[in-house]
């Protein structure tokens, strides 16, 4: 699944990362249209789970900081991602289904996006619009 503009939330360091894991997602994609070899397949899952362990923590400190009234629930969401990843890399041991989750889980991750991401978009928009446009680095 290609990373689309209306999937932004409007916070732009939050967006930017969101585009680096679609990037990651799809490559991981293509990866199992093609039928890489299992090390390639294994390294990008690699890639994925530590940019998605990243990405959870600068939100979740975020949203620590700004005092999201939902930020444990939040969190827990961000729980579950890391088991679906998890659970990816052990499908890609026994071979099994990867494609089939692989999908789910994008479908997954854009659900969470949409809704829950977008959701502490609206508060931060609210109380700290500054935020918005900020950049790191
Ligand atoms: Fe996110
Ligand atoms: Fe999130």
């Known amino acids: ?12 360091v939050i967006d930017a990362q969101h585009k680096k894991i679609f ?15 299992w090390h390639i397949l ?3 899952l690699d890639e994925l789970g530590n940019y998605m362990k990243f990405h959870l923590a600068v939100e979740e400190s975020m949203l620590e900081i700004l005092r999201y009234p939902g930020r444990l629930q939040h969190v827990e969401a961000h729980g579950e991602i ?15 289904k990867v494609e089939d989750l692989v999908r789910f889980f994008e479908n997954w991750f854009l659900k969470h996006v949409l809704a829950g991401d977008r959701e502490y978009a609206t508060y931060v928009k609210q109380e700290f619009p500054a935020l918005m446009e900020a950049r790191v680095g």
């Open 1 to 12: 699944m290609k990373w689309n503009n209306s999937f932004a939330i409007g916070i732009e």
């Open 82 to 96: 890391m088991k679906q990843i998890a659970e990816l890399e052990e499908a890609l041991k026994q071979s099994s």
């Open 23 to 37: 990037e990651r997602l799809l490559a991981i994609e293509n990866a199992v249209a093609k039928r890489d070899p």
């Open 42 to 44: 294994r390294f990008q």
